[in-house]
């Protein structure tokens, strides 16, 4: 997970990709669960359309069985449009609390609750 983090954190998406299964699941908290690495990538490329800076630092990491759970914070400046708001110039950090499921050494499955409310007051 560490390394799939300094990855997305390089901006090598196709690294992050490549420990993902090609099924790949995705339950994002108070959204329909979604499929595939095609759309983990459109969802990263929202985040970097509007944060193009965005890093993830990793708080706490830990893991039982086939799944690993993360404390994570995000941090970047919003120098392009996000969620309709246009770019403020000014840097936002929020906090996730993810977990993983690793299955046959790649990553099958996540649940991601972040702190969405958080990020949009610092862009309001």
Same mark, same amino acid.
């Given at each position: 997970?560490?390394?799939?983090? /300094?990855? $997305?954190?390089? =901006? #090598?998406?196709? @690294?992050?990709?490549?420990?993902?299964?090609?099924?790949?699941?995705?339950?994002?908290?108070?959204?329909?669960?979604?499929?595939?690495?095609?759309?983990?990538?459109?969802?990263?490329?929202?985040?970097?359309?509007?944060?193009?800076?965005?890093?993830?630092?990793?708080? /706490?990491? $830990?893991?039982? =069985? #086939?799944?690993? @759970?993360?404390?994570?914070?995000?941090?970047?400046?919003?120098?392009?449009?996000?969620?309709?708001?246009?770019?403020?110039?000014?840097?936002?950090?929020?906090?996730?609390?993810?977990?993983?499921?690793?299955?046959?050494?790649?990553?099958?499955?996540?649940?991601?609750?972040?702190?969405?409310?958080?990020?949009?007051?610092?862009?309001?």
């Amino acid at each position: 997970m560490r390394t799939t983090f /300094d990855a $997305f954190n390089a =901006g #090598d998406l196709a @690294a992050c990709t490549s420990r993902m299964a090609s099924e790949f699941v995705i339950n994002l908290a108070g959204a329909p669960t979604r499929y595939g690495q095609d759309v983990w990538q459109q969802g990263v490329d929202i985040m970097r359309q509007g944060f193009p800076d965005m890093q993830a630092h990793i708080e /706490d990491v $830990f893991g039982s =069985g #086939d799944r690993v @759970a993360m404390r994570l914070t995000f941090r970047g400046t919003h120098t392009g449009e996000f969620q309709g708001i246009p770019a403020t110039g000014r840097e936002v950090s929020y906090t996730s609390n993810e977990i993983y499921r690793v299955e046959d050494g790649v990553i099958a499955e996540e649940w991601i609750c972040s702190d969405m409310a958080g990020l949009m007051a610092q862009l309001r």
